[in-house]
């Protein structure tokens, strides 16, 4: 299973102080003697955790592939274009939240998709879309003709937590999961199946299959034992882990377990 380390989460812990340390770029070495086989970052609309200058350091500077993530903005997909990652994976973005909170909705979108997709690959960059394990989203993707989707798993990863990762005793709790446990184990199950339907149907469909959000040392090896799923991304786990384990040990720990 191939390892996309999404090295966002150091750039977090450097804007906590608005400095220059943490370095991002210090990573990429550490990354890829570890184990880890892509880059993965996030070019977000409003700049907070990675720069322009990020970005375009890791692009020129990275011996691993990088995936590139941005919202569909016209702007935003003018300068990605520019810095040339391997690949750009499309998602969704609103500035109020904390995370990426969902996938793209290709319905809604899919002209500006369409536009984005074709730019992109004007200049030789592979394209993934950010989706939820829906059918219909698998089916537009072949439509929009991407090489890579990559599976939503944040609904699977706060059930998960809500069950086994005491997140129900913490602020973070979730209102739409205040259920019994006997109901989230339910839909912990009918999510794992979805995220497995998904995956044989994009691979029927000669899709690319990816997974990422919310995976960590506890619940990956669910997702990793999918065997139409390639690759996962991973950010906020393996940079927390390291804090106490150091960054190679958490990336190398992570890959064992994948
Ligand atoms: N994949 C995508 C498309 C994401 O937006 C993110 C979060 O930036 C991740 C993977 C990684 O998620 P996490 O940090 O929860 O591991």
């Excluded at 977090?12 to 770029?25: G, S, Y």
């Excluded at 989203?137 to 944040?154: A, C, F, Q, R, Y």
């Excluded at 960590?216 to 065997?227: A, F, G, H, R």
Aim: with cysteine; glycine share 4%.
């Amino acid at each position: 299973m191939l390892l996309g380390v999404n090295i966002d989460h150091i750039a977090v812990l450097r804007e906590a102080r608005k400095i220059n340390d943490p370095n991002p770029l210090d990573a990429l070495g550490i990354c890829k003697l570890s184990g880890a086989d892509q880059i993965t970052i996030h070019l977000r609309e409003d700049r907070r955790h990675i720069h322009d200058a990020d970005a375009w350091r890791i692009c020129e500077q990275s011996t691993l592939p990088v995936n590139l993530e941005c919202a569909i903005d016209e702007d935003i997909i003018d300068i990605v274009c520019d810095m040339k990652p391997m690949r750009a994976t499309l998602v969704p973005e609103k500035r109020e939240e904390v995370t990426t909170e969902g996938g793209l909705d290709l319905e809604a979108n899919f002209e500006r998709i369409k536009k984005a997709v074709k730019k992109l690959h004007e200049n030789e960059i592979e394209v993934s879309l950010f989706i939820d394990p829906d059918k219909k989203m698998i089916e537009l993707s072949k439509e929009l003709e991407v090489e890579w989707i990559e599976l939503h798993t944040g609904t699977f990863a706060n059930i998960y937590a809500m069950l086994y990762g005491n997140l129900a005793n913490t602020h973070h709790t979730i209102k739409e999961l205040e259920l019994p446990r006997k109901e989230l184990k339910k839909l912990l199950e009918k999510n794992i199946k979805e995220i497995k339907k998904a995956a044989k149907k994009a691979n029927k469909l000669d899709l690319q299959v990816a997974a990422g959000h919310g995976l960590n040392y506890q619940n990956v090896t669910l997702i990793s034992s999918i065997k139409q799923i390639e690759e996962l991304n991973i950010g906020q786990s393996i940079i927390a882990r390291s804090v106490f384990t150091g960054l190679e040990k958490a990336i190398k720990d992570m890959k064992e377990l994948i």
